[in-house]
């Protein structure tokens, strides 16, 4: 895809997982928009995972440690053909899969996950089965930055350095707020790069919310040969709704129907933006 | 099998079985992975790692990473045994086992050694009594108690053959080994009769089961028939066998290595209370840490010998109407 493509696509899942939100009355709506540049480039460029190849042995894996996002990941595996987009409807009503964090019910996903610092141990036992077969797919996660306190995910980035797993790639949501404040105010985090660096980790940092620079990173991976790779994606909790971002009630808000009806007409606005640029660099050719 | 049949072949270490059976099994299952958390020497895993060393994954003193990186393993097509004391495979890490391999129905199987009161010298902190309780209440987990060396052995290699999250449990001292040396006599969740009997049922798990045969048999020379049961699967339970031999004898006494809380005990005691109710005693410890001490002298105190278990016997049997 084109970065105007992907821009259009981003703009796309906001609005949808916002509808998801707004029908069910319930969902991480903060983590959910500042991941969508994430998931979007994950499973649109990098990852080679299709339904028909799902059940493949050396299908890449993507594995959702910050599973209470479960919404941006539900609406991209839709998209992707996994399911169809109307069984979203159901979203966290009774007797649906399509509960509140990633459930292994749901096609397309790897691993039940919820609880935070489950991922990222997850994804180095893979990553090492993935060397003892000697095969090439590659496994990532994604981790919120409030999530970096569980102690399980220091204990996983010291093994993920030992075993050299560099067919493994970790990418931080860093939206610098979690559900009672700010990550420094709460318990700091800071600084991850030298942190994971000196874990042995090759780390790069980018604007989580810039597709075309997400994608580029992430075509370069691994950043360093025997080094597991660590994306620190700066981003916008509520990223892409003016009244959302950076805006602490959103982390779990349910937009109200005037709320919901701004939200997406802020969408569309910044759709038609991109497109008004595209027809304009057309006429400038 | 009558009960003076029942003799001691050796004496073995029931972690001593892991090691051997888990060689074995890897000679024939190529998917078969074996994580440690730094205890390669308590699992007899010497064999194992000289020859499979590829399929060998140390993970130092992580136990919460190493339940997360088993699961991980599933997800690339392996079949992860993970290895550590009892306290440290169960209750540290119970959150992981939970959301990452039981929710998950990973194909898991946790091994853990040095657990109860036999654990000795290194005290409470090491000799889990809560682990079954632990492990039994997991949606999907299946929790296997051997008696010996030899089940030991056939439980390692036997999980391999069933998919899905296990618990297997055993110990650290020497033990009587008194099973078939080639495993046939275990099959997971088939209760092993290794006597039968008419006045009360005994049935264990562990450790316990030689005690409850050595108890068999002190009263039977009091012309008292005990029926012994090795309740090796504590889940799921062979609830046709329980309620089958209460039947017979009207009375029960379990006897497990555990706190008769949430343990074996209680398993057998929900199956008699919704089938058929008959007078049952415990042994087991009593809502209480462990200490130091040799495992004799420590099964002594809290009860877990065969004069207790020959005393309750008694006792559940003067109970019956």
Known sequence: MTNEQLKLKSIEYRQKLLTCIFNCKAGHTGGSLSSVDILNVLYNEILNVSPETFSSPIRDRYIQSKGHCVEVLFVVLADMGFFPESDLLTMNQYQSHYIGHPTRKVKGVEQNTGALGHGLPICVGTAIAAKLDDQDYKVFTLLGDGEIAEGANWEAAMAASHYKLDNLCAIIDNNKLQITSTNREVMNSDPLDAKFESFGWAVREVDGNDVGALKVLMQSLPFEKDKPSLIIAHTKKGKGISFMEDVLKWHHGVPSAAEYEQAMAELEAAKAVILEEQVASLVNE | ?321
């Open chain 2, 1 to 321: 099998m009558a009960l003076e049949d029942i003799v001691i072949l050796n004496e073995k270490e029931t972690r001593a079985g892991f090691g051997e059976g888990i060689y074995e099994l890897a000679k024939t299952n190529e998917n078969v992975v074996v994580l440690t958390a730094d205890l390669a020497g308590s699992f007899k895993l010497g064999p194992f790692i000289k020859e499979f060393n590829n399929r060998f994954v140390q993970c130092g003193i992580q136990e919460a990473n190493m339940i997360g990186m088993a699961a991980g393993l599933t997800i690339g097509g392996k079949i992860p045994y993970t290895t550590t004391f009892a306290n440290f495979s169960t209750g540290r890490v119970y959150d992981q086992i939970r959301q990452s391999v039981a929710y998950s129905d990973k194909n898991v199987k946790i091994c853990a050694s040095h657990a109860g009161l036999t654990l000795g010298e290194d005290g409470a902190t090491h000799q889990i009594l809560e682990d079954i309780g632990l492990m039994k209440m997991l949606p999907g987990m299946t929790v296997i108690n051997p008696c010996d060396f030899n089940q030991t052995k056939a439980a390692t290699k036997a999980i391999a053959d069933i998919h899905g999250p296990v618990y297997l449990r055993f110990g650290r001292p020497k033990w009587p080994n008194f099973t078939k040396e080639d495993g046939s006599d275990f099959v997971i969740g088939k209760a092993q009769v290794l006597a039968e009997g008419t006045d009360v049922t005994l049935i264990a798990c562990g450790h316990m089961v030689w005690k409850s045969v050595e108890a068999a048999k002190e009263l039977a020379k009091e012309g008292i028939s005990a029926e012994v049961i090795n309740m090796h699967t504590i889940k799921p339970l062979d609830t046709e066998a329980v309620i089958k031999s209460l039947t017979k004898t009207g009375a029960v006494v379990t006897a497990e290595e555990h706190n008769i809380i949430g343990g074996l005990g209680d398993a057998i005691a929900q199956v008699a209370a919704r089938n058929i109710p008959v007078p049952q005693e415990y042994i087991g410890t009593n809502d209480t840490f462990g200490e130091s001490g040799k495992p004799e002298q420590l099964l002594k105190k809290y009860g877990l010998d065969t004069p207790n278990i020959v005393a309750a016997a008694k006792k559940a049997i003067s109970r019956k109407k």
